[in-house]
């Protein structure tokens, strides 16, 4: 039985479609009677599909979320008798659960797998459930053969000349070698990169593919999956995933695999042909007789050092040798000290034949987002990880150039587009040196989720990206990784 | 920010934990890696010993220890391994360091013995393109002569990384050199079907015959698909990719490729020959072929029958037959993969 009761997840009004995604951070929802005849009290809980994710609930305080409450459950809230749409809202918050004692959260392995269950506090009884997903990034080598299938499509799509627009061939032009020193080789590569991904991920959580049946396909649930190239990733590397290279370093893939479609448009080469036209060797630059595999074997991330095979930098070395941004992302290199750009990120890309090899050509890989998807979570590792947090951005041990950047004639670590208060090139679309001389592709797409960070995202605002710092909801950039929650505090 | 407080969660304790026991790990290692240097980095130590210790002895962090790895990188008496491990372990520095950065051109250029400096320096200069690109672009003239004279270099990984990077930068030396490979003239400098994927970074005109012979005449399969792939655009190759195409005796990878090759000339032919296959042609050996077929349709097919006027789309199989067909192709005996592709397609009509 309706009861007439209605709940908006991020967005009161009604009017965008694909609103219900919830990650680590406190989202605003409503909750209202339609047609009241007199006041409701209420409680709210759980009640989503078994083996679904679930949610936290926090009581609203002036338009916040009580970040001192979390529950299980909001006991006792009552829904106004009035009709008036405007006034009658009751607000509340929710995110999704996370154990911090196991250090599993409760994430959705299928669209609105999550429910948020309205019951009658005095009879108990169920008046209205209202689907959502728990969407969060998650290691590419434990998806669901559906959540494969999902990622794959979506991409193939972005991939494929759609007439006027063409997203996979824009963000490769994004990043070029005649845009490299913008976005690599000081302190922006992670902010810039954090951006980067996000723009991928947007455009496909806007895919929408009308079937015959006359329903409509959404990709709205589906996130960059991350690479994590410390383990091994023998389920990635398959002919039904990523594929699997032969002899000659060309990429297989089984015939069902969308990839099979798969092109890579490099820069400057009009002729367009058809995949699966992926070069992808299995090699190190360094050893003709290592035959490494990436589905039996970690990657060889070498640091600057000794034999790699023997010197691999580890997840841990990569979090804790350092605590200030700079050496973190950078290193010292005057010291023959490396930082994440370096190893892990360059002995990834290095560490393999084809476009991935180079900076101007990787983003023809697809492997390229989910290698970078992990570069951004160890750094979000870092940022959670890093006694005292790692998230204020006007900090300089969370990032090490405040202010605005200056003018030039090229890309330098003292020009714009590297502090903090810069905005980010190009989707604020400054075609003017010392940035590149290309930036029409627009703004940031739009997510209906959040608001953050707009269409001309500023460098800050990649930083505190689910407001652990700012503990506002208005700054969260709409993105989650799995295994990195965000913390809740207790009164001082 | 201040009026709260923050507990570290047991989650985050355990992963601080498993830090702090790895630390003691990483505690030892550095020790022994201390001692390793020292041995490395003694020339009057035996070379088996000096190599065992190279295996655990890190990158070299301490200026005196820079110092010597440098010495030991530059003297020829050295054994190459050894001096290619020294410059390996102070190789971070080519990240700051002009005239270090210089050297490593240098050594790659040089490509001593069996090329194993040059490699080293290769590798450190692949990373330097990546973090340190503002320094990198000033040696580019160098780094590209380098990586010209290593073309020839006995290290087929030398070379095949060299060849690489330069058809990339469409590099016309290595260009020329690809194609005399794949023409069989002078020596082969590498596999003819990693020569083509190499000159597809940058696909000329005065590759076409060549490409045509190879799939006609073809050293192995793979280098004969690699040339289909790659002769979409020659227009002289319409017929023979049709050909190989509508073969019946021809392996089902070649077909395919020669169907994608086909949809970037003639599309509508390469519909509609896909089209015929699925539907005409019988056998579970071709299972998978249709499979991948139907695959290709579902994002080419309209793109290639869009903005082209009714009268001019060359069709013998009309949707609504082809549809028909499927549901048929779909209740009848068949792989899983190429039923559950049926639906795919039929969804997306
Ligand atoms: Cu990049």
């Not at chain 1, 409503?30 to 609930?57: A, D, M």
């Not at chain 1, 990839?259 to 058809?274: F, P």
């Not at chain 2, 830090?19 to 070379?47: G, H, M």
């Not at chain 2, 020569?195 to 073809?218: E, G, T």
Request: hydrophobic share 35%; charged share 20%; proline share 6%.
């Amino acid at each position: 039985m309706n009861q007439g009761i209605i709940i908006r997840i991020n967005d009161r009004a009604g009017t965008k479609k694909h609103t219900d995604y919830v990650g680590w951070g406190p989202r605003p929802a409503w909750v209202r009677q339609i047609s009241p005849t007199s006041t409701l009290s209420v409680t709210l809980r759980n009640n989503g599909l078994l083996n679904g994710g679930r949610v936290t609930f926090f009581p609203s305080i002036n338009g916040r979320p009580d970040m001192l409450s979390p529950s299980n459950q909001l006991s006792n809230i009552t829904l106004p008798a009035s009709s008036d749409q405007e006034t009658n809202w009751v607000q509340f918050f929710i995110a999704g659960e996370f154990n911090q004692t196991t250090g599993r959260g409760a994430v959705s392995s299928r669209d609105k797998d999550t429910g948020v269950g309205v019951y009658d506090s005095s009879t108990n009884a169920l008046l209205y459930t209202k689907s959502l997903m728990v969407r969060v990034r998650k290691n590419a080598n434990r998806l669901t053969a559906t959540e494969r299938r999902d990622f794959l499509e979506a991409i193939m799509i972005l991939n494929t000349n759609q007439g006027v627009t063409f997203p996979w061939k824009n963000l490769q032009d994004m990043h070029l070698p005649t845009t490299s020193r913008e976005i690599h080789g000081r302190s922006c590569f992670l902010p810039w990169h954090r951006a980067y991904l996000l723009n991928l991920e947007r455009d496909i959580q806007a895919l929408e593919v009308s079937q015959s049946n006359g329903t409509v396909k959404s990709y709205a649930h589906v996130t960059i999956p991350y690479w994590d190239f410390f383990t091994t990733a023998q389920n990635m590397f398959t002919r039904d995933f990523l594929g699997f290279p032969d002899s000659a370093g060309v990429v297989q893939f089984n015939a069902s695999n969308p990839l099979i479609n798969w092109q890579t448009n490099l820069s400057g080469t009009d002729v367009v042909i058809l995949g699966p036209k992926l070069r992808r060797a299995h090699r190190l630059q360094n050893s003709s007789s290592f035959p490494w595999n990436p589905s039996n074997t970690g990657t060889p991330i070498f640091t600057l050092g000794g034999q790699w095979s023997t010197f691999t930098r580890t997840q841990n070395g990569t979090i804790n040798d350092y605590s200030d941004y700079r050496r973190f992302a950078l290193g010292v290199s005057s010291s023959n000290l490396p930082g994440l750009e370096t190893s892990p990120h360059g002995g990834a890309h290095v560490s393999w034949g084809g476009p991935i090899m180079r900076v101007g050509w990787s983003p023809a890989d697809p492997l390229f987002f989910m290698l970078h998807c992990n570069i951004d979570r160890l750094w979000t590792m870092w940022q959670w990880l890093t006694p005292g947090y790692r998230f204020n951005p006007s900090d300089t041990n969370s990032y090490d150039r405040q202010g605005f950047g200056g003018t030039g004639t090229v890309p330098s670590s003292s020009t714009k587009g590297n502090y903090t208060e810069d905005t980010l090139w190009p989707w604020d679309g400054d075609d003017q040196a010392p940035r590149p001389s290309q930036a029409n592709w627009g703004g940031l797409p739009a997510s209906p989720t959040v608001s953050a960070p707009g269409p001309i995202p500023r460098l800050k605002q990649m930083i505190d990206y689910h407001a652990q710092y700012s503990q506002n909801p208005a700054d969260h950039l709409g993105f989650d990784y799995e295994d990195i929650p965000l913390d809740y505090p207790r009164r001082n | 920010m201040s009026e709260y407080t923050y507990q570290d969660s047991e989650y985050k304790k355990r992963l601080r934990n498993e830090v702090l026991e790895k630390s003691i790990t990483v505690a030892e290692q550095k020790k022994q890696a201390v001692n390793a240097r020292k041995i490395f980095l003694n020339t009057t130590k035996p070379i088996d010993e000096r190599l065992e210790a190279a295996k655990s002895m890190g990158n070299f962090t301490e200026p005196a220890d820079i110092k010597k790895a440098l010495a030991i990188f530059r003297d020829e008496n050295q054994p190459e391994i050894i001096r290619s491990y020294a410059f390996s372990s102070v190789a971070g520095l080519v990240l700051s360091d002009e005239a270090l950065m210089q050297d490593a051109i240098d050594a790659l250029k040089a490509g001593e013995g069996e090329g194993q400096i040059a490699l080293s320096a290769l590798r450190i200069l692949q990373l330097a393109e990546i973090s340190s690109p503002d320094m990198m672009e000033r040696h580019t003239a160098s780094f590209k002569d380098a990586l010209r004279t290593v073309v020839d270099h006995k290290n087929k990984n030398l070379r095949s990384i060299a060849l690489e990077i330069l058809a990339m930068e469409k590099d016309e030396f290595a260009q020329r050199r690809l194609l005399e490979s794949l023409e069989n003239k002078g020596e082969e400098l590498i596999e003819p079907e990693v020569a083509i994927q190499f000159l597809a970074y940058d696909l000329h005109a005065n590759y076409y015959p060549v490409l045509r012979q190879i799939a006609q005449n073809p050293p192995n399969q793979i280098a004969k698909r690699e040339a289909l792939r790659n002769l979409g655009t020659d227009v002289e190759s319409k017929d023979m990719l049709l050909e190989t195409v509508m073969n019946p005796e021809e392996d089902p990878e070649m077909r395919h490729a020669a169907v994608t090759a086909l949809i970037t000339q003639a599309p509508e032919l390469a519909v509609d020959s896909s089209k015929r296959i699925i539907i005409e042609e019988n056998g579970e050996h071709l299972d998978e072929l249709k499979t991948a077929l139907l695959n290709t349709l579902v994002y080419t097919e309209k793109r290639a029958t869009s903005d082209r006027p009714e009268n001019l789309f060359l069709e013998t199989v009309s949707a609504e037959s082809f549809n028909q067909e499927l549901q048929r192709l779909k209740v009848s005996p068949g792989s899983a993969e190429l039923k559950e592709m049926i639906d795919i397609y039929l969804n997306n009509r």
